[in-house]
């Protein structure tokens, strides 16, 4: 298994601050994956980055994936209370081994 | 677009009971998938199916069963309960763009098994 580990396992921050996660894993990959879920309920798909890319943005989101350490980083900036949620890292070989997840991070954002 | 439906929402049983969980998705995907989450873990594939007609196991996937009769359905049976089912279980879709690419989610079915 190439499963994902985040972290921290928990972060507590103040609005308006930036938020970084980050995701290691053990094998090669064909795609990283992350994403949100809010208290019970499902996840939502965030950003996804090939191993042929180094750094992906998306609104308020910006991704990096470094193949040779094996890990990535989520930087939320500009953090919103509705940012708060566990966030999950999500790693791809490719093949039938499917998607596997980390445990997450569970991410506060205090007003 | 409903996107990915899941039924039922919660549902409690008892240890040797069978049901099925329901799913499905308007969005013509190939790919469906069903996951556990247990507390304070990340989510662990049980299923898959690349088509109608055609399911592969996951990681996990002892004690449960899936079909995929049509595009749009793939249901997860549970022959026998035990209390170590009991979880979240999520439904997931995705396009066939490429091997394991962005998954939409259903909500989620809570189980228990007492």
């Known amino acids: 298994s190439q499963q994902g580990e985040e972290d921290p396992q928990a972060l507590s921050i103040q609005e308006g601050e930036n938020a970084t996660m980050n995701c290691s894993y053990k094998t090669s990959i064909n795609n990283l994956q992350w994403y949100r879920q809010n208290s019970g309920r499902g996840l939502v798909h965030l950003i996804l980055?090939?191993?042929?890319?180094r750094e992906k943005h998306s609104g308020r989101l910006r991704v990096t994936l470094d193949t040779s350490k094996k890990s990535s980083s989520l930087l939320i900036t500009a953090s919103r209370a509705a940012d708060t949620a566990s966030y999950f890292c999500?790693?791809?070989?490719?093949?039938?081994?499917?998607?596997?997840f980390g445990k997450g991070t569970h991410l506060i954002i205090q007003p | 677009n409903a996107g990915v439906t899941q039924t039922p929402k919660f549902q409690v049983l008892k240890t040797g009971q069978s049901m099925t969980l329901q799913c499905a998705q308007d969005?013509?995907?190939?790919?469906m998938s069903w996951y556990r989450q247990d507390p304070g873990m990340g989510l662990r594939l049980i299923h898959y199916?690349?088509?109608?007609?055609?399911?592969d196991q996951g990681e996990v996937p002892n004690g449960y069963n899936v079909s995929r009769s049509t595009t749009e359905d793939f249901p997860l049976r549970l022959l026998s309960a035990a209390p170590s089912q009991t979880s979240v279980y999520f439904c997931?879709?995705?396009?066939?763009?490429?091997?394991?690419?962005?998954?939409?989610f259903g909500p989620g079915t809570r189980l228990t098994v007492l």
């Open positions: 980055i090939r191993s042929n890319e």
């Open positions: 969005m013509n995907h190939e790919y």
């Open positions: 997931a879709s995705s396009a066939m763009t490429g091997a394991w690419d962005t998954q939409y």
């Open positions: 999500a790693t791809t070989g490719g093949g039938a081994d499917g998607l596997t």
């Open positions: 199916s690349v088509g109608a007609g055609i399911t």
